[in-house]
């Protein structure tokens, strides 16, 4: 239920308009959150105390515009100040309501202690300590972002870090803190883990002489470029999330986007809904994350599978779509961010109903892949 912002009972930092997530330091988050407990127990001690109701930024897609940069390339997703309410009253979000207090309780504790936790061992705590409330790591994970949207502050703020999947080979040299150099080329084709420390990834050295920054959906793919050691022939970086990426892969990318502003950002994702969606994660946030999407957004191009590729693979090595994908490219289809080209591509998948992977490609040999990008750069074939 949507209402106006300026009718709320309870509403924290309501003089910010813009909606944003802070990043904080620890005295700082653990103040919002202090002022959020003072807010509360000032009105259950008030004369003719009201139980009140918290607003929350909506995290809904009717609420979410895109900001199309004038001096840079990047777009990225934002929250407009359009509010939802979580009620103590109401049997529907009763409980949502709890859970927004158990999860700063802990994040206070885990900022006085000076310590970081992913969400999944922020959830078996929750579990152990209030069963009752949380039964799933979804519903931590909303009740996260309920309170990021509360306090504006990011979640990295709260004390909560990010569990990466990333990876990154290539050419490039990274140097933690305190540690010697690691040479992305050298890993092995298994990558270097990127790591979910987000103040770690902010502070680490990079060093490149590659050209390109290539995103690649799928683990078994960076898996084959890397171990072909393609950024030998092409002087890249290759990044993979293994799918839909983390926070912690997605800061990782804009890092290096900011550091080497001058590489294209090319990414490698099948021919579907599905790659469509993690290509528009990259380039553009999401709208669960709305509230700190422009920290992560890159200048993203498709580079492939496109249409355009379809000859290149057999009539049989299409595979037909599933309802999950048309879900997807209808959810797509309804929002603001697709830019016309890739709605095209998106009508032409829900056209056809097929679906290309990469790995079709491997009709013309296992080391065709290198070649397909080479190709594609060279032409200057990405949108």
């Known amino acids: 239920m949507e209402e106006n912002s300026g009718l709320s009972s309870m509403k924290f930092f309501s003089d910010q ?33 009201e139980i009140f109701d918290l607003s ?3 995290r809904k897609r009717s609420n979410s515009c895109i900001n199309k940069g004038i001096l840079t390339d990047v777009s990225y997703i934002f929250l407009s100040t359009s509010f939802t309410k979580s009620s103590l009253t109401n049997a529907k979000t009763a409980k949502a309501f709890v859970r927004v207090w158990k999860v700063m309780e802990i994040c206070f504790q885990i900022l006085l202690q000076e310590k970081r936790v992913t969400q999944r061992e922020l959830f078996y ?17 909303r009740t996260v972002q309920d309170v990021v ?3 504006r502050c990011s979640r990295y703020s709260l004390g909560i870090m990010a569990s990466s999947r990333g990876l990154v080979a290539g050419r490039l040299f990274l140097q933690e803190p305190g540690k010697e150099a ?20 902010d502070n680490t050295i990079m060093r490149s002489d590659a050209r390109y920054i290539i995103i690649v959906e799928k683990h078994a793919i960076f898996h084959r470029l890397v171990e072909d ?9 290759f990044i993979t999330a293994k799918g839909y990426p983390d926070i912690a892969t997605r800061f990782f990318l804009h890092r290096m986007s900011t550091t080497f502003p001058d590489l294209p950002i090319l990414a490698l994702v099948d021919w579907n809904p599905a790659g469509l969606a993690i290509l528009c994660t990259f380039k553009f946030g999401s709208i669960g994350m709305g509230l700190e999407a422009y920290r992560y957004a890159c200048n993203v191009k498709w580079i492939g599978i496109r249409g355009d590729d379809l000859d290149l693979i057999p009539e049989e090595s299409l595979v037909p779509q599933k309802p999950k994908d048309l879900q997807i490219a209808k959810s797509l289809m309804s929002s603001k961010i697709l830019q016309e080209n890739y709605r095209y591509e998106l009508s032409l998948m829900i056209q056809t109903g097929k679906r290309a992977e990469i790995e079709a490609l491997y009709c013309h040999g296992y080391d065709y892949l290198g070649k397909y990008i080479a190709t594609k750069i060279v032409q200057g074939k990405y949108i």
């Open 125 to 141: 705590k929750l579990l152990c300590d209030s069963p009752e409330y949380f039964s799933s790591q979804i519903e931590v994970n």
């Open 17 to 49: 308009y813009h909606s944003y997530a802070d990043i904080l330091r620890p005295h700082e988050a653990r103040a919002r959150i202090e002022v959020s407990v003072l807010n509360l127990l000032r009105i259950l001690n008030s004369p003719d105390p």
């Open 56 to 58: 929350l930024i909506n």
């Open 182 to 201: 690691v040479d992305c080329s050298v890993c092995g084709s298994s990558g270097f883990t990127i790591s979910g420390d987000l103040n770690l990834l």
């Open 149 to 151: 949207a509360l306090l």
């Open 229 to 237: 050691r393609v950024f030998n022939h092409i002087p890249c970086v």
